[in-house]
């Protein structure tokens, strides 16, 4: 495994933060990747998903919710 790090929050992007603390960890590849597939024939590259993941804590369990921006003639002309 590599020794590189990386900065998955940039700090210097947020205009104000209260009550917050940075923590440093470490970070693995899960191993039931990919997270999304692209079954179907509109879904033919996933690669601006904008994901946001929350923890929902009324519900005890995380949600995504994800806008596959694309903008790609194999997505745009595909028929219906």
């Known amino acids: ?17 209260d009550q917050l603390t940075v923590t440093l960890g470490r970070t693995h590849k899960a191993s039931e990747n990919p997270l999304f597939g692209e079954d179907l024939p509109w879904e033919v590259r996933h690669d ?7 923890f929902d804590p009324t519900d005890n369990l995380y949600k995504c919710w994800y806008n596959p921006f694309i903008i790609d ?8």
């Open 48 to 54: 601006n998903l904008y994901p946001n993941v929350i």
């Open 1 to 17: 495994m590599s020794e590189d790090r990386y900065l998955l929050l940039d700090t210097s992007l947020w205009g104000q933060a």
């Open 73 to 80: 003639a194999a997505t745009t002309d595909t028929p219906p």
